[in-house]
């Protein structure tokens, strides 16, 4: 702008002939004294009254939402590594059934870390689907809804209740006094709502020995289903109906059974003689799109990869 006003002078003085420089130097000195104005835009200030105000801010919302995405964005990464960590360990130790102890604290810490970073809120209502137990803590077959009501209920020594990884001489006493010639095979539950009511569905496979040394293997799934009460966010009250005996290969037994589909009413006729039906409580600490975490009465953890 200084040149421009220069030019302007120049050319005026031009136009009506030569002016001499000693003419234009006052102009000039005056000019290059006048301070130069800029003009900027009018920004109003108002004066923040959050005091008074209980509405909430976005400004707030917003740096709350961006904490919460890096959080999660954070938590997620460090979740997925020691999820794989943990099912490679659980393909290793064929469900932590042959785990060292060792292995058996890294398993139990990591089961820990993901229960601290659990991002499903109430999970006790976000486990419907298909699941397959990977590992657990305790015996492959405790995480029947009959085992965790009547069958713990009818024994209470001390040996069928703390059976867990701290308890390492006793590792295998329920497996073999349950299998003594077999083996438990794959275990899956399903968690589906009938009627407005949540249920459960566990399926144990079980390979057993019929006769020692003979090559023939006693092949069969029992299934227990129970009712589930869902009275608090990670808290399950289980409630057993019945159980059945399905996919039996027995030569004569097997396919009658596969043809009744035969559930034995064992609530009812525990009702009839030994009164109210024992009601076990799993709480349900992890549950994501992947695996579930729950834990029985007696702190031993299972862990369920969905299908």
Known sequence: M???VILIIFLQNYASGFTPVTVLAPKLMALSRRPQVI????VTIVKSTLEDDQSPSDYDNMSQ?????????EDKIIREELKNELLLLSSVTNRGIYASD???????????????????????????GEWDLCCTSTDLFRSSPFFQTIFRIAFKDEKFRNNSFSISDQ????????????????????????GNKPRMRNEIGLSIGAVGGLPFVLKLRISSTAELNISGPELWEMKLKSVQI???NAPVIGPFLDILKTEIPVSDIYEMVGGNVPIAKWKTFYVDEGIRITRDADDNFYVFSRL
């Open 2 to 4: 200084f040149y421009l």
């Open 39 to 42: 003009s900027l835009p009018v």
């Open 65 to 73: 939402l961006q904490d919460c995405n890096v959080d999660n964005s």
């Open 102 to 128: 060792e292995e058996r604290d890294i398993l139990s810490d990591i089961v820990t870390q993901l229960e601290a970073l659990n991002p499903t809120a109430n999970p006790a209502r976000e486990c419907e």
């Open 171 to 194: 590792k295998k006493y329920l497996l073999d006094l349950a299998t003594s010639m077999g083996r438990v095979e794959r275990v899956k539950q399903l968690i589906d709502v009938v």
């Open 246 to 248: 399905v996919d039996s």
